[in-house]
């Protein structure tokens, strides 16, 4: 039992990484439905369970998503790196997208920073996996259940299913909703996308006070600034959080990038910073 789906030549030039908020919300609401699945979550369905009364037709969406296929309408395939809530919802029917904007305002906003956090950091790691070791490397570490051969990926234990994406390509798409599973567009209209669980989702719901022991080793402010980093921020953005000038937030970038514990990449004007998966062991 195995999916396999055909992605060489162009297809596999426009392999590419986005992730989804409307996804991110789906899979949420799914996994309050049936949590002891996905009890890597378990400290945010107590939380989330008080926050579901009177949502919109919520029942609707919960009877929608009752399967074990989901229904494609909700789960467009992200036609950006990072896509916002509202574009994304204009590809979801309209009943649907009433529900999911309230369900993401309630749900997952509050959190969309650390879970971000987490998305663009499993980004990160897998683009420095690509420029290091090339495409074979990054389809190969997905997923237990995914693996790459002679042009294939192949999904085990799903059904008997095959998709051709030779001409229109795949979007890698990493989830912390979709734990512990990895899910595949059977039938795509144009890209396919594949959703996997993203790397360091069994920290994503710990505390994030500056640790004293971090703050002893490198000072204060940059452990301060090693956390803030959770997700992209940008020079500016880090010296109004921190309460410092932009200058001050530079010289403290410097030093931690030169110890490996911050990336900086530019995002069209903007530049921003990020910290590292090595940061990420000093901070857990």
Do not use: N
Request: charge should be neutral; charged fraction near 25%; include cysteine.
């Amino acid at each position: 039992m195995a999916v396999w789906v055909r992605l060489a030549g162009v297809g596999l030039a426009r392999l590419r990484f986005a992730y989804s908020p409307v996804f991110e919300t789906v899979m949420a609401v799914d996994g309050l439905r049936t949590p002891g699945a996905h009890a890597v979550h378990l400290p945010w369905v107590r939380w989330a369970r008080e926050r579901l009364a009177d949502i919109p037709d919520l029942d609707r969406l919960l009877d929608r998503l009752d399967g074990r296929v989901k229904p494609a309408d909700l789960m467009p395939v992200p036609d950006a790196r990072m896509p916002d809530l509202d574009t994304e919802l204009r590809h979801v029917p309209e009943p649907e997208a009433t529900t999911l904007r309230h369900c993401h305002d309630r749900l997952i906003a509050p959190h969309w920073q650390r879970i971000t956090a987490v998305l663009e950091a499993d980004i990160a790691t897998r683009a420095a996996t690509l420029a290091d070791k090339g495409v074979e490397a990054v389809l190969h570490d997905l997923h237990p259940e995914v693996t790459w051969s002679d042009g294939e990926l192949i999904l085990h234990r799903k059904p008997e299913h095959r998709v051709d994406l030779t001409e229109h390509g795949l979007v890698l798409c990493p989830s912390v909703f979709c734990w512990p599973k990895a899910w595949i567009a059977l039938d795509p209209v144009g890209q396919g996308v594949l959703r996997y669980p993203a790397r360091g989702i069994g920290t994503l719901w710990e505390d994030r006070d500056t640790p004293k022991d971090l703050a002893a080793l490198i000072g204060r402010t940059r452990a301060h600034l090693l956390i803030l980093l959770e997700a992209p921020k940008s020079t500016t953005d880090l010296a109004t959080a921190l309460g410092v000038t932009a200058g001050a937030v530079s010289q403290h970038i410097a030093v931690l990038r030169a110890a490996r514990l911050i990336t900086t990449r530019r995002e069209g004007r903007h530049v921003l910073h990020m910290r590292t998966t090595r940061a990420d062991a000093l901070i857990t």
